[in-house]
């Protein structure tokens, strides 16, 4: 749309649905500032396909004729086109997607066209229209989510025995396979897509028929439009489904969570990454150079992705607050609900969209995962937990492996290097069998429970997400 096309109408305000009753015409400030069609545009789609059902249903319960249903029909295909082709005009003194495509149609189709709104209103208009739309939108974001847990999968099997130091606040803590590292990230994701899948739910039901706040007194069927759009159900109260947004609200919960488990993920590539760590390197189409320094190589596209996190967090609290000081029912505010929910919705395609195919292009460096694992005491608690097993209390066996660990670093070496007679005047319990745990291969066998790190169950765990994301 552009402004052009706009103040080149001769009578501002004569295409308003509403002019009748006013004696002036609002000014272009306020004409600007209540529009919406330059961004509500993006539900053309969506109101078309809502439009069509609402039509058909009048048309069933003869409140309009089969011919005004044919030629709404024929108008809309028509209209569809346009705007597919880039050829529709926009119009900002039509206020918004609705009332200009509703202008459009009777301009194309006459009556028939202002029949269209019988027994609707533009409140339960949007909210159908923006469910239909977010409900595109989840299954999009569903789908990509699978896209992405299915590169780290991959990925995690090739690494299912590469051991790389665990960290709890960022020091090294004990052994686990890079494998098991990315599966943890596996698992988010895959409660990010049960969270859409659960919203999904709230989001597919049907506002239409709550007009603008009461109902309507045409003898309309609910539930046959509902059954037109794919809805699981009608909105029960004509005054919630109008009004509220919490479906909405959800959807951006749950994308602030999901682009929050990639920003934790790209925080870590960004430190994996870092010379200074060197476990991985990311393929050089997701990086770019420095303008001075010609060395660099930045992991540019991580660190916008944790950046880009912080605008989707703050839609969540955007809509919050849009939402909580509003009485029932519709109130104008609402439409300020559609720009935060695109921009939210964008940015989470987009990041797992580059996520998924980043995380293929990982890689990986075996050897330096190895060396920071000797830096760290990394097998100090299988010393511990090999006490124990030999009969001593584990806080007794804390106590002596404390004062080894202290010994090794004196000495400047890991603990698998101690002398056998070394380790023995820590605790007498000690044997020559203690360097089979002091390995780390030991230390990650040893964990071979549901959920632990060793190899074998890593495959396990690949298995079984891979048998889910096959059903997916
Ligand atoms: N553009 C409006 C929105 O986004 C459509 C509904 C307007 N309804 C009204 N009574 N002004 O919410």
Request: aromatic share 6%; charged share 25%; proline share 4%.
């Amino acid at each position: 749309m552009t402004e052009r096309s706009n103040s080149s109408q001769p009578h501002e305000g004569d295409g308003k649905a509403w002019s009748g009753r006013f004696s002036e015409p609002v000014s272009d400030l306020v004409k600007r500032f209540t529009a919406s069609v330059f961004f509500d545009q993006r539900m053309a789609e969506q109101d078309i396909r809502g439009s069509l059902a609402h039509a058909k249903m009048l048309a069933r319960q003869k409140i309009i004729s089969a011919q005004d249903l044919a030629d709404i029909e024929r108008g809309m295909q028509q209209i569809l086109a346009e705007i597919r082709a880039g050829q529709f005009e926009w119009s900002l003194d039509l206020e918004d997607v609705h009332l200009n495509i509703e202008k459009r149609l009777t301009t194309l189709v006459g009556d028939a066209g202002k029949r269209l709104h019988t027994g609707r209103s533009r409140n339960d208009q949007v909210a159908t229209d923006i469910r239909l739309w977010l409900r595109d939108a989840t299954d999009r974001i569903i789908g990509l989510l699978a896209d992405f847990q299915r590169a780290l999968v991959d990925l995690a099997e090739q690494h299912a025995d590469t051991a790389m130091p665990g960290f709890t606040h960022l020091q090294v803590a004990q052994p686990v396979t890079f494998g098991h590292h990315l599966m943890a990230y596996v698992e988010m994701a895959r409660r990010d897509a049960e969270r859409f899948s659960d919203a999904r739910r709230r989001i597919n039901r049907l506002p239409l028929g709550a007009s603008a706040l009461a109902g309507t007194s045409y003898p309309i069927d609910r539930e046959f439009v509902a059954a037109e759009l794919g809805f699981e159900d009608v909105c029960e109260n004509s005054l919630d489904a109008v009004s509220d947004r919490d479906f909405a609200i959800e959807f951006c919960a749950a994308a602030a969570l999901a682009m929050t488990h990639l920003s934790r993920l790209s925080e870590e590539l960004i430190l994996w990454m870092s010379p200074r760590v060197g476990f991985i390197d990311l393929a050089d189409r997701f990086c770019t150079g420095s303008s001075i320094m010609p060395q660099k190589k930045n992991p540019d596209v991580p660190e916008l992705v944790r950046g880009k996190t912080g605008r989707v967090n703050g839609h969540l609290v955007g809509l919050l607050t849009l939402m909580k000081a509003q009485p029932l029912a519709y109130n104008k505010d609402n439409q300020e609900d559609k720009e935060p929910l695109f921009d939210t919705a964008d940015t989470l395609i987009d990041s797992l969209r580059i996520f998924a195919d980043m995380a293929s292009g990982i890689r990986v460096k075996p050897e330096a995962m190895r060396d920071a694992l000797k830096q760290g005491f990394a097998t100090a608690t299988e010393l511990a937990d090999y006490l124990v097993k030999k009969g001593l209390p584990f806080r007794d066996a804390h106590e002596a492996v404390a004062r080894a660990v202290r010994e090794a670093e004196t000495r400047q070496c890991d603990l698998p290097d101690l002398p056998l007679d070394v380790l023995q005047s820590f605790s007498g319990l000690v044997s020559a069998d203690v360097y089979q745990v002091l390995t780390v291969e030991g230390a990650l066998a040893g964990r071979r429970h549901i959920g632990g790190t060793a190899p074998e169950q890593v495959r396990a765990a690949v298995a079984r997400a891979r048998a889910r994301l096959a059903q997916a």
